[in-house]
């Protein structure tokens, strides 16, 4: 059922005329992936700045909060920028990514990582102020970092499986991975 609405609403888009524009415009992709990959170098870079902070890793004679209060304004743009050129991204090529087992896992993961992030930044806020000078932060926050941590770089990865998917609809025949990848039609064919 979710899968069908998907792939009819998938198959909306790419009917599109600027969903064709952006995949056949001579720059217009390149241009779109880059801005995506840079924000996302960005973004991330700042969060694990933060994320490696909270386990002492980088900078242990710096406060806490000053790195995550310096680091918040490039991470948020980056993080906007990022997600709009996903979205543009999706809406390119919106058949292809619905029914991409590796776009579904990266959702699913990104979904997770900003409930973490948002669970995160309110312990942080909510912790007691002693520990911000503290060479690692406590244990609750240093979970949350490694959560943060391991999301993200599931994220990434499964962002850069997307474009070679070998999880090709019509040359799967387990109907499990059919269904976890919405390939609509190869399933009701079974």
């Given at each position: 059922?979710?899968?069908?609405?998907?792939?009819?609403?998938?198959?909306?888009?790419?009917?599109?005329?600027?969903?064709?524009?952006?995949?056949?415009?001579?720059?217009?992709?390149?241009?779109?992936?880059?801005?995506?990959?840079?924000?996302?170098?960005?973004?991330?870079?700042?969060?694990?700045?933060?994320?490696?902070?909270?386990l002492g890793w980088v900078l242990p004679g710096v406060s806490a909060t000053a790195?995550?209060?310096?680091?918040h304004k490039p991470m948020i743009i980056g993080f906007v920028i990022m997600f709009?050129?996903?979205?543009?991204?999706?809406?390119?090529?919106?058949?292809?990514?619905?029914?991409?087992?590796?776009?579904?896992?990266?959702?699913?993961?990104?979904?997770?990582?900003?409930?973490?992030?948002?669970?995160?930044?309110?312990?942080?806020?909510?912790?007691?102020?002693?520990?911000?000078?503290?060479?690692?932060?406590?244990?609750?926050?240093?979970?949350?970092?490694?959560?943060?941590?391991?999301?993200?770089?599931?994220?990434?990865?499964?962002?850069?499986?997307?474009?070679?998917?070998?999880?090709?609809?019509?040359?799967?025949?387990?109907?499990?991975?059919?269904?976890?990848?919405?390939?609509?039609?190869?399933?009701?064919?079974?």
């Open positions: 059922m979710i899968n069908e609405l998907l792939l009819q609403f998938a198959q909306y888009l790419e009917a599109q005329e600027y969903s064709q524009m952006l995949v056949s415009g001579y720059y217009s992709w390149n241009w779109l992936e880059a801005t995506h990959v840079l924000t996302l170098m960005i973004s991330i870079g700042s969060l694990f700045i933060i994320d490696f902070r909270m790195i995550a209060d310096r680091l709009i050129t996903g979205l543009l991204l999706v809406y390119a090529k919106p058949v292809e990514n619905v029914q991409s087992l590796w776009f579904r896992i990266k959702m699913i993961l990104l979904v997770l990582a900003f409930i973490n992030a948002w669970v995160f930044n309110s312990r942080m806020r909510a912790a007691d102020g002693t520990w911000d000078s503290a060479r690692v932060a406590p244990k609750g926050l240093r979970t949350g970092a490694i959560i943060s941590l391991s999301l993200w770089c599931g994220v990434v990865a499964m962002g850069r499986f997307i474009p070679y998917d070998w999880v090709d609809c019509p040359k799967v025949s387990n109907t499990a991975l059919l269904w976890a990848s919405g390939c609509v039609e190869q399933l009701n064919a079974l």
